[in-house]
T-cell receptor, first 116, second 113 residues
Framework: GAVVSQHPSWVICKSGTSVKIECRSL??????MFWYRQFPKQSLMLMAT?????????EQGVEKDKFLINHASLTLSTLTVTSAHPEDSSFYIC????????????FGPGTRLTVL | GNSVTQMEGPVTLSEEAFLTINCTYT??????LFWYVQYPGEGLQLLLK?????DKGSNKGFEATYRKETTSFHLEKGSVQVSDSAVYFC????????????FGTGTQLKVEL
């Protein structure tokens, strides 16, 4: 099946710094990528949807200036957490869709962010 | 709004036991329903799906039936294996299409010898 990777798998940073997380589709072109956030023992919450070459669409309550999403190519999307604070500590998961089927999203393994 | 509720875990079973993980949903119309599985260290993988009432999704011995009358999509397997140990997520996609998946909180399954 299709493979989606994320880098880094975990990151620890100081409060006030920015962190970039990459999401790559390794063997297919992803017309759409999704970014989720997962708190411990809670469900995945969709943060934003990005289509290659256009601005991301953010879900209600997600600060677009805080969570910058770039989908510059058909195989790469990045999420930058700007001026991170401890409350941004979470598990961030991306998924990618090839556009062939609206039901098929391929998920990355996630990135654990800890802000000190 | 749409929501998915699934039973809390962890669920611990002996190998070859019968598995049921309950999932109920709240949504208007006829959403599509999914079960995803996440093995340790890996991303979520689609396990099975059903797109209309009374449909049964099945894969790898797992089954789930779309029950509109009870708004449920319970996951079942007749005989679990140690390799089935993972976290299972129930999810829905609203009727009418769109991209957004709404997930449950996940249920961890541990299968012991």
């Amino acid at each position: 099946g299709a493979v989606v990777s994320q880098h880094p798998s975990w990151v620890i940073c100081k409060s006030g710094t920015s962190v970039k997380i990459e999401c790559r589709s390794l063997d297919f072109q992803a017309t759409t990528m999704f970014w989720y956030r997962q708190f411990p023992k809670q469900s995945l919450m969709l943060m934003a949807t990005s289509n290659e070459g256009s601005k991301a669409t953010y879900e209600q309550g997600v600060e677009k200036d805080k969570f910058l999403i770039n989908h510059a190519s058909l195989t790469l999307s990045t999420l930058t957490v700007t001026s991170a604070h401890p409350e941004d500590s979470s598990f961030y998961i991306c998924s990618a869709r090839s556009g062939v089927s609206t039901d098929t999203q391929y998920f990355g393994p996630g990135t654990r962010l800890t802000v000190l | 709004g749409n929501s998915v509720t699934q039973m809390e875990g962890p669920v611990t079973l002996s190998e070859e036991a019968f598995l049921t993980i309950n999932c109920t949903y709240t949504a208007t119309g006829y959403p599509s329903l999914f079960w995803y599985v996440q093995y340790p260290g890996e991303g979520l993988q689609l396990l099975l799906k059903a797109t209309k009432a009374d449909d049964k999704g099945s894969n790898k011995g797992f089954e789930a039936t779309y029950r509109k009358e009870t708004t449920s999509f319970h996951l079942e397997k007749g005989s679990v294996q140690v390799s089935d140990s993972a976290v299972y997520f129930c999810a829905l996609r609203a009727a009418g299409g769109g991209n957004k998946l709404t997930f449950g909180t996940g249920t961890q399954l541990k299968v012991e010898l």
